[in-house]
């Protein structure tokens, strides 16, 4: 098998505007600092007279990012994720991993299913967390289904999960998103109103307009177009981030909660929200709804713009989206 992982590990090229570059406030108030988090890097500019401030504020950041990671990464024995992943009795959860099983709930609801925080089981039979993907067979799917599936999991008891089956929680459709957010709220809790953070390719465009260039599925050093947004959040999925290739066919790290396959619905989905843990669950339950019942989806939404781009290339993208879109040549 042809083995080949792409991690674009800034999906989104990120642009200041061009007035702003030659401005001389913005030389000497802007920083811009980057870590590793959740296995991307993660990116903060900041734009205040205050430097010492903003740097506090970035370190106070980084460290909220470094609590998450330790606290839900799937790749740190012992800790709480992987403590919760293998209690299958009734597990007393926390108000914080609480909220993100409910955004889990509520993304598994909006997508009809398509996003899945409990495929833990699939995700790891298809090799992509190892570094060793592989294209699981149809025996082996089915070894596995009986053991993944959000509809094994039990919300109804507060601060309790309970499971019908031994599945296995994974958070990471919505981890970027929710670094996002933290790492937002940390920084505004310093009085800090203009900044732009980058958590592996979802953004937080804050306190101006900051161009945010949108990377073509297909062609690497070329953009689809770019975002004009103020205190938004944008999250882009894509079969270009992460995939293999087996007899000239191309599988990505992305699966189909329906079939137990990896998903070759779309090419790339882009999701404006208010929240960065929003955007980055819908980003990947429309990328493998596709683009006709991905909009659908969509329209049932309030405060949520969206552009499929589908597997033969074509974008499609809802009325308000393009209200933020400007092409480039």
């Known amino acids: 098998m042809k083995y080949a992982v792409v991690l674009l590990v800034l999906s989104l090229f990120l ?39 903003a740097v506090e504020s970035v370190n106070k950041a980084f460290d909220e990012l470094a609590r998450i990671n330790n606290k839900y990464s799937t790749f740190i ?4 994720m992987d403590t919760m992943n293998n209690t299958f009795s009734n597990f007393n959860i ?6 993100l099983l409910k955004l889990c709930d509520f993304a598994y609801k909006a997508t009809d299913g398509t996003f899945d925080a409990a495929l833990g089981n699939l995700i790891k039979l298809a090799g992509f967390e190892q570094g060793k993907p592989q294209m699981p067979t149809q025996k082996q799917i089915d070894s596995v289904r009986a053991l993944t599936g959000w509809k094994h999991i039990d919300l109804s008891d507060s601060l309790v999960l309970k499971r019908t089956a031994k599945v296995k929680i994974n958070f990471g459709g919505i ?20 900044f732009m953070i980058n958590a592996g390719g979802e953004v937080r465009a804050n306190g101006k ?3 945010i260039g949108i990377q073509h599925p297909r062609k690497s050093c070329k953009c689809l177009g770019v975002l004009q947004l103020k205190n938004k959040s944008v999250s882009t999925s894509g079969d270009y981030e992460k995939y293999s290739e087996n007899s000239g066919q191309r599988f990505c790290h992305i699966m189909d909660p329906r079939t137990g396959k990896p998903c070759d619905n779309s090419q790339a989905v882009t999701i404006i929200a208010d929240k960065g843990i929003v955007a980055d669950a819908l980003a990947t339950g429309i990328f493998v709804l ?3 019942d991905g909009m659908k989806a969509i329209r049932k939404l309030k405060n949520v713009e969206c552009l499929i781009v589908d597997k033969n290339g074509n974008p499609t993208m809802t009325p308000g989206f393009k209200k933020y879109f400007k092409k480039v040549k």
């Open 15 to 53: 642009f200041s505007c061009s007035k702003e570059n030659n401005n001389e406030y913005l030389r000497t108030h802007k920083i811009v600092r980057q870590t590793i988090s959740m296995g991307s890097v993660v990116e903060i500019q900041i734009i205040n007279k205050d430097t010492l401030k």
């Open 77 to 80: 024995s012992g800790n709480f």
């Open 94 to 99: 926390d108000r914080e991993t609480y909220y």
């Open 175 to 194: 981890g970027d998103g929710y670094s996002l957010d933290r790492a937002a709220a940390i920084i505004k809790s310093f009085g800090i109103d203009t």
């Open 209 to 211: 307009i900051w161009n």
């Open 290 to 292: 596709g683009p006709i």
